[in-house]
């Protein structure tokens, strides 16, 4: 299985808006509804930010929004703030009973 | 307050073989499905291996088949990720994960801080 594909980097100014995307294939992202997306801050470990497409687990800020169109599965983060700088990877399961994970985007808050 | 602490990690030569372990608190380990996650250095995350509740569903990524074997110990509320045949794309630090519901195998919370393998000569 390979990896589910990201942008490598994406940027924007606080108070803006911005969306990574993540594109697969009909075995993974298009076939089920199990899209999750992390966050890391460097040297840290990963936190869900998103799980099932479109689901926040509690205490993640509602500005963080996912969905899913076909083959593939977007994070919009709102508002953008600075503690919001960090690499960002989704992750989909996959018919071959595994979990495939996308490359990582590196988000830049300007 | 939910707790995973990796340990085991270190240098090894290729060829070489590793124990990872997991010590889980403040939740029901019985009844989460835990997985393996590895990054390595500068790279992204790869999912290694997950184990259902009970330790009867276990599953691998293709690189690792036949040469890691995960394992957990209910009533020592542990998880451990038994490493042999080292090679040099092995090196990264590796996750421990629980399963963000139950038995589901989909999304993982929380994660451990991690311990880093370098497989090396």
């Known amino acids: 299985q390979s990896a589910l594909t990201q942008p490598a980097s994406v940027s924007g100014s606080p108070g803006q808006s911005i969306t990574i995307s993540c594109t697969g294939t009909?075995?993974?992202?298009?076939?089920?509804?199990?899209v999750s997306w992390y966050q890391q801050h460097p040297g840290k470990a990963p936190k869900v930010m998103i799980y099932?497409?479109?689901n926040r687990p509690s205490g993640v800020s509602n500005r963080f929004s996912g969905s899913k169109s076909g083959n593939t599965a977007s994070l919009t983060i709102s508002g953008l703030q600075a503690e919001d700088e960090a690499d960002y990877y989704c992750s989909s399961y996959a018919s071959s009973s595994t979990v495939i994970f996308g490359g990582g985007t590196k988000l830049t808050v300007l | 307050e939910v707790q995973l602490v990796e340990s085991g990690g270190g240098l090894v030569k290729p060829g070489g073989s590793q124990r990872l372990s997991c010590a889980a608190s403040?939740?029901?380990?019985?009844?989460?499905?835990m997985s393996w996650v590895r990054q390595a250095p500068g790279k992204g995350l790869q999912w290694v291996s997950s184990?259902?509740?009970?330790?009867?569903?276990?599953y691998y990524v293709d690189s690792v088949k036949g040469r890691f074997t995960i394992s957990r110990d209910n009533a020592k509320n542990s998880l451990y990720l038994q490493m042999n045949s080292l090679r040099a794309e092995d090196t990264a630090v590796y996750y421990c994960a629980k399963a963000g519901y139950y038995d589901s195998r989909t999304w993982f919370d929380p994660w451990g801080q991690g311990t880093l393998v370098t497989v090396s000569s």
């Open positions: 403040g939740f029901t380990f019985s009844s989460y499905t």
């Open positions: 184990i259902s509740s009970s330790g009867t569903y276990i």
């Open positions: 099932d497409v479109s």
């Open positions: 009909s075995s993974d992202v298009g076939g089920y509804n199990y």
